[in-house]
């Protein structure tokens, strides 16, 4: 009988470990954790228990950034689905393939897992994981320029998460993609409204995290140089976020803000505390984008621009080679040079022209 007790003892813990992960709970996670790991030697053989938990400890492991060997790991996490008959087991399986996938920004591939872990999805009467689920496809289909269908995810996980007021963080989250799209999309106004009702909800919450990096999108997105630097810092300074992965992307944020206003001096500080970031980190997209902008304002090397640009074409990130080309080609107009700024402005339209390739392969 206490052996049973242990088995849903264990069972109750992992869902609490599932939550503490979704939430980004690191210091309760980890603690968690090694309870979990020691009910576990006490417990009685219960094969899905076992595979459920190193699902997680898969999902936790993305989460901390504390995968070893991550080709092996996700190859068992795979196998896990393809072996298994159990619908939770399979879900999560296909599901954390997918966040394992965009975490590689291997997007195209994680919407494939998406859609299939979206079948087994019906079978799953918890409403978070719907949201959740329907949260980190709309990041995915946001990344490939698909924006209609990433605004009907955001919107579906937002409705969910507002009923929830544990999930206020995700629902932000949600707030903000709806704000990244619309955009992307030149829906300006509308995009701030959302912006801007993100950055209210993140105040009041004390997300301080998401306040500065709120601050310094809306600012830099409406072209206030000054402001948006200001919150730029803010952000890089708070410890929790500038140590995470996201936060190469400020420092780059705030290196390419810099150049394209001529202050290369101190932009050029900035961009050697990214590199070193994403040196640490192994985030070879940053590291690429933040040498292209290097080689195009400080050492004016259209070479090496090249070189960067080819291995993000590499890795198919055609939204941002898109984007990184216009501002080329917004820089060599700036010098005169008409010629070059013609040249990247119709690479950037075949950028674009790629997107809608990648797109078609999801059909």
Same mark, same amino acid.
């Given at each position: 009988?206490?052996?049973?007790?242990?088995?849903?003892?264990?069972?109750?813990?992992?869902?609490?470990?599932?939550?503490?992960?979704?939430?980004?709970?690191?210091?309760?996670?980890?603690?968690?954790?090694?309870?979990?790991?020691?009910?576990?030697?006490?417990?009685?053989?219960?094969?899905?228990?076992?595979?459920?938990?190193?699902?997680?400890?898969?999902?936790?492991?993305?989460?901390?950034?504390?995968?070893?060997?991550?080709?092996?790991?996700?190859?068992?996490?795979?196998?896990?689905?393809?072996?298994?008959?159990?619908?939770?087991?399979?879900?999560?399986?296909?599901?954390?393939?997918?966040?394992?996938?965009?975490?590689?920004?291997?997007?195209?591939?994680?919407?494939?897992?998406?859609?299939?872990?979206?079948?087994?999805?019906?079978?799953?009467?918890?409403?978070?994981?719907?949201?959740?689920?329907?949260?980190?496809?709309?990041?995915?289909?946001?990344?490939?320029?698909?924006?209609?269908?990433?605004?009907?995810?955001?919107?579906?996980?937002?409705?969910?998460?507002?009923?929830?007021?544990?999930?206020?963080?995700?629902?932000? +989250?949600?707030?903000?993609? =709806?704000?990244?799209? $619309? %955009? @992307?999309?030149?829906?300006?106004? #509308?995009?701030? /409204?959302?912006? !801007?009702?993100?950055?209210?909800?993140?105040?009041?919450?004390?997300?301080?995290?998401?306040?500065?990096?709120?601050?310094?999108?809306?600012?830099?997105?409406?072209?206030?140089?000054?402001?948006?630097?200001?919150?730029?810092?803010?952000?890089?300074?708070?410890?929790?976020?500038?140590?995470?992965?996201?936060?190469?992307?400020?420092?780059?944020?705030?290196?390419?803000?810099?150049?394209?206003?001529?202050?290369?001096?101190?932009?050029?500080?900035?961009?050697?505390?990214?590199?070193?970031?994403?040196?640490?980190?192994?985030?070879?997209?940053? +590291?690429?984008?933040?040498? =292209?902008?290097?080689? $195009? %304002? @400080?050492?004016?090397?259209?070479? #090496?621009?090249? /070189?960067?640009? !080819?291995?993000?074409?590499?890795?198919?990130?055609?939204?941002?080679?898109?984007?990184?080309?216009?501002?080329?080609?917004?820089?060599?107009?700036?010098?005169?040079?008409?010629?070059?700024?013609?040249?990247?402005?119709?690479?950037?339209?075949?950028?674009?022209?790629?997107?809608?390739?990648?797109?078609?392969?999801?059909?």
């Amino acid at each position: 009988m206490e052996v049973k007790l242990a088995s849903e003892k264990v069972a109750k813990m992992l869902n609490q470990w599932y939550g503490m992960i979704k939430h980004h709970q690191v210091t309760e996670a980890i603690a968690l954790k090694e309870e979990i790991q020691s009910l576990i030697k006490h417990m009685s053989e219960n094969q899905n228990l076992l595979l459920y938990f190193n699902l997680l400890d898969f999902r936790y492991k993305l989460m901390t950034e504390e995968i070893e060997e991550p080709d092996k790991l996700y190859q068992s996490i795979k196998a896990i689905g393809a072996e298994n008959t159990d619908n939770m087991i399979v879900y999560y399986s296909l599901f954390f393939s997918g966040v394992y996938e965009f975490y590689k920004k291997d997007y195209v591939e994680a919407i494939n897992f998406y859609q299939l872990a979206e079948a087994k999805l019906r079978n799953i009467p918890d409403q978070i994981e719907h949201a959740e689920f329907h949260y980190k496809i709309a990041e995915a289909y946001y990344q490939i320029d698909q924006h209609l269908i990433s605004i009907s995810h955001a919107q579906k996980a937002r409705s969910i998460f507002q009923e929830h007021p544990d999930y206020k963080l995700r629902s932000v +989250q949600c707030e903000m993609t =709806l704000g990244a799209n $619309l %955009y @992307d999309m030149y829906r300006f106004s #509308a995009a701030e /409204e959302h912006y !801007q009702k993100a950055l209210n909800e993140a105040k009041s919450a004390k997300y301080y995290r998401l306040v500065g990096i709120l601050y310094g999108l809306i600012y830099d997105k409406k072209n206030i140089s000054g402001l948006a630097e200001e919150y730029f810092k803010k952000a890089i300074d708070i410890t929790e976020h500038i140590e995470s992965i996201n936060g190469v992307r400020t420092l780059y944020m705030m290196a390419s803000l810099l150049y394209r206003n001529d202050r290369t001096k101190e932009a050029r500080s900035w961009y050697e505390k990214g590199l070193e970031h994403a040196d640490s980190t192994g985030e070879d997209e940053y +590291q690429a984008k933040l040498k =292209l902008i290097y080689s $195009l %304002y @400080d050492r004016h090397n259209d070479a #090496a621009v090249n /070189e960067s640009l !080819q291995y993000l074409e590499q890795k198919n990130l055609w939204p941002d080679i898109s984007e990184l080309e216009e501002q080329i080609a917004e820089y060599y107009l700036k010098q005169g040079n008409l010629s070059k700024s013609v040249e990247y402005l119709k690479r950037a339209l075949k950028a674009k022209n790629q997107i809608l390739k990648v797109t078609e392969a999801l059909a």
